[in-house]
């Protein structure tokens, strides 16, 4: 029986109530975004938990799946670049300074965590590994765009705060050797997309080739065209990745 647990609080750094649905007892971290939309069942509903059900059983991984502001952010319709830029960078603040310290307090101790997630998720779950690889193990991003000027348009040269959300924009000017070093001591960097239906492999195949120029290991894997933008890839994908690779 998969152990599944709803966990709400009240998020100072976004002022709502936040909801965390936690599965499995023990084993690395998984920290998964949503991908389609905000909703921190959306995992579930899609089956892509069930995918993995069986390591969570095993107690190889322990899964955190969160919610996003997407819709509030970069996709909403009705609010200025500003608004969408200084809502991404709570929720950035909301993921380090209120989720991670709920995961190491449930799990006794500041575990190894992974970040995944695909489309959307797999923007956030890189996005917040290569902020932070002082903290996190490593990151699955899936079928993900890792450009923010994607959403940003021409407001990304007016607001640094894009640039340091824009992987493939700041990564190639990182010297810093305090975080070169965190970042090329990482031995979970994995990229995967197909190259089906709405797929960009390109956009893999890219960051994939700045950190090879900047020499920070990764796992670059493109598909074939019969996968494509959906979760029965996703589902593939991420279980492949767990259960042989971590």
């Known amino acids: 029986m998969l152990r599944k647990e709803i966990i709400y609080w009240d998020s100072k750094k976004l002022d709502r109530q936040m909801e965390l649905a936690m599965y499995g007892h023990y084993g690395i971290s998984v920290?998964?975004?949503?991908?389609?939309t905000d909703s921190y069942?959306?995992?579930e509903e899609n089956g892509l938990i069930q995918a993995i059900q069986p390591l969570i059983e095993g107690g190889r991984f322990k899964v955190f799946s969160i919610g996003s502001l997407n819709y509030e952010s970069w996709l909403a319709k009705d609010k200025t670049n500003e608004e969408k830029s200084k809502t991404h960078n709570k929720y950035n603040q909301y993921v380090i300074e209120e989720v991670l310290p709920f995961i190491f307090g449930e799990c006794?101790?500041?575990?190894?965590?992974i970040t995944?997630?695909?489309a959307i998720g797999a923007y956030h779950a890189a996005n917040t590994f290569f902020r932070r690889p002082d903290i996190f193990l490593?990151?699955?991003a899936m079928s993900g765009t890792f450009n923010i000027r994607h959403f940003s348009k021409d407001y990304f040269e007016k607001d640094v705060n894009c640039y340091y959300n824009s992987p493939v924009?700041?990564?190639?000017e990182l010297k810093d050797n305090y975080w070169l070093s965190f970042l090329k001591s990482k031995k979970h960097i994995y990229l995967l997309s197909g190259r089906g239906e709405n797929e960009y492999p390109e956009n893999s195949e890219h960051l994939s080739n700045i950190l090879n120029d900047k020499q920070i290991q990764n796992k670059l894997e493109i598909w074939g065209p019969e996968w494509g933008h959906n979760y029965n890839t996703w589902k593939k994908m991420l279980s492949?990745?767990?259960a042989n690779y971590l």
């Open 240 to 242: 492949n990745v767990l």
């Open 169 to 172: 924009h700041f990564l190639p």
């Open 138 to 140: 490593g990151t699955v």
């Open 108 to 113: 006794g101790c500041e575990v190894p965590i």
């Open 116 to 118: 995944a997630g695909a």
């Open 41 to 43: 069942l959306e995992n």
């Open 31 to 36: 920290l998964l975004f949503p991908s389609t």
